[in-house]
């Protein structure tokens, strides 16, 4: 089949390969304790990264990917066969080891600090992208509380560690860039809004 020549200008056939991939990958699952797709998140991240100036279309096509290999069938072997090497590559560096060698679920604890420790090593780009999904995930946390969801029942660990990871991935992922500044401030101004509200539900 001979590929099609696309003119220059704002439509990507990347970007276009990469929504689709996602939407089928993720196509039976929805976000936490709702009915919402959860292709609503991946779209979400990508438009945070449109609006904060991370727009280059490999940057974008990683983004709505960045989950599939974490929480999909999609491996990296696959995505390596459609995708160019620094999309795979982002994607590889936000994606969570959550079971282990023999398909045993590991330890909340264990998986986020050593997450912790692979962003803090990882390429900006990547680094942007889990600053974007922080920050949507924050955004929509505050919403569902606004709407009297009861949210914290939905996640494996308690309250306090949920914040805690969020404080510390902000730090890990922002760090050293004058570029995610903005990002990993706007995690932080959500995050102090979601710890205040939880205060005040204390």
């Known amino acids: 089949m001979t590929p099609i020549e696309f003119p220059r200008g704002p439509f990507s056939p990347l970007i276009e390969r990469a ?4 939407a089928h990958a993720h196509r039976h699952q929805t976000r936490k304790s709702s009915d919402v797709p ?3 998140h991946l779209a979400g991240v990508a438009l945070i990264l449109c609006r904060a100036g991370f727009d280059e279309e490999a940057v974008l096509a990683a983004a709505l990917l960045h989950d ?4 999909t069938d999609c491996s990296v072997e696959m995505l390596a066969d459609d995708f160019p090497p620094e999309v795979v590559a982002w994607v590889a560096a936000t994606t969570e080891r959550k079971a282990d060698e023999n398909g045993r ?3 909340w604890e264990d998986r986020k600090r050593e997450h912790l420790a692979q962003v803090a090593a990882a390429p900006l780009e990547a680094r942007a992208i889990v600053l974007a999904d922080k920050l949507h995930n924050l955004g929509s946390m505050l919403f569902d509380l606004a709407a009297g969801e009861r949210l914290w029942e939905r996640f494996n660990a308690p309250r306090e560690r949920i914040l ?3 404080r510390e991935m902000i730090d890990h992922a922002g760090a050293g860039a ?3 500044e903005g990002l990993a401030n706007a995690c932080r101004e959500l995050l102090a809004r979601l710890e205040a509200a939880c205060d005040r539900s204390a």
């Open 178 to 180: 004058p570029r995610l």
């Open 68 to 71: 599939a290999v974490e929480d």
């Open 38 to 40: 959860y292709v609503s």
């Open 105 to 107: 679920k590991r330890p």
């Open 164 to 166: 805690w990871y969020h």
């Open 19 to 22: 929504l689709r991939v996602a």
